[in-house]
């Protein structure tokens, strides 16, 4: 699930045909600019255009991995089956593909492509880039501004929405006064209700546990230990003994970071609220704590 930096720069040597790199290098927009995502394109794709990992495709987290956002959706509501379908055969993706993921230090972001392909399009050998595209720099490896020649696929993938849950199944737990039954990826601070420049709306979901991403990672951006991931999960994990621990964020992307951290300490009994804090607020009746 995890590679090193030198272990990419080797399958790139041997000219494995079956490898697929993707850079999903992404700056969240503000509350203002999430309808057009202007700011995020710009980011993401200006950085990979100015230098990537050799071979590379970009895929942009607004334009190719969200759905069409409503009034009542999140932020980053999924696409449907047959436009991410689409998608994957323009990205020359098979089933015997050997796919590596990064993004910014951390992968904060790359994770939803890997939950994506690992989880929803039930693809085996999906990794991420540990430390992301800085790792890459840090090693001293090269780096391109070439486009890849990339043959599309004819490939028709099958998706598995049992590995997501819509809003009325958390509202079921709420409902039931169920605790730890979900975590929330946010920030503390965002998470305890604190003013902050991306919810418009403050607080969290109730039953809610806090588990920020940030706490998968240590401050060069590389995963923890797995040894420390089980300790840290271990907590999590105990309260989905029937049913599965829910990942939620701001609006789908970190709590896919949680979903990967807990995947690699070896728990699996997870499921992801695609909508999360962004779709719980647009429904003025649901319950929120602080």
């Known amino acids: 699930m995890l590679i ?21 290098r992404y700056a969240l927009p503000q509350p203002t600019a999430f309808q057009t995502s202007a700011n995020a394109l710009t980011k993401g794709k200006q950085a990979y255009l100015k230098g990537h990992i050799p071979n590379a495709q970009f895929v942009d987290i607004d334009a190719e991995l969200t759905g069409e956002i409503t009034d009542s959706s999140g932020r980053h509501p999924l696409p449907t089956h047959k436009n991410f379908n689409q998608k994957l055969q323009v990205l020359g993706l098979t089933p015997n593909s050997k796919i590596v993921i990064y993004a910014d230090t951390g992968n904060l972001f790359a994770a939803r492509l890997w939950w994506m392909l690992f989880r929803w399009a039930h693809i085996n050998n ?14 001293g490896l090269p780096v391109t501004q070439n486009l ?18 819509d809003m009325q199944y958390v509202q079921h737990k709420v409902a039931l006064k169920e605790q730890h039954f979900i975590t929330d990826a946010r920030p503390l601070l965002r ?21 920020p991403c940030q706490k998968n990672i240590d401050k060069k951006g590389y995963f923890l230990p797995q040894e420390q991931l089980v300790r840290d999960f271990s907590v999590i994990a105990q309260y989905s003994t029937s049913d599965p621990i829910i990942h939620s964020c701001g609006s ?11 995947e690699l300490a ?12 962004s779709e719980w607020t647009k429904h003025k009746n649901n319950p929120i704590e602080k």
């Open 4 to 24: 090193t930096a030198i272990e990419l720069k080797q399958l790139i040597d041997n000219n494995n045909n079956e490898l697929c790199i993707f850079d999903c």
């Open 126 to 139: 999906v990794s991420l880039l540990d430390g992301g595209f800085s790792a890459w720099q840090d090693a």
């Open 148 to 165: 890849p020649q990339i043959t599309a696929s004819t490939h028709s993938f099958s998706f598995d929405d049992s590995q997501h849950v």
């Open 191 to 211: 998470f305890n209700g604190e003013p902050n420049p991306i919810d418009t709306v403050l607080g969290h979901i109730p039953g809610a546990v806090n588990h």
């Open 252 to 262: 789908g992307l970190t709590a896919c970071h949680n979903a990967f951290a807990m």
């Open 266 to 277: 070896g728990f699996s009994h997870y499921k992801l609220y695609i909508g999360s804090w």
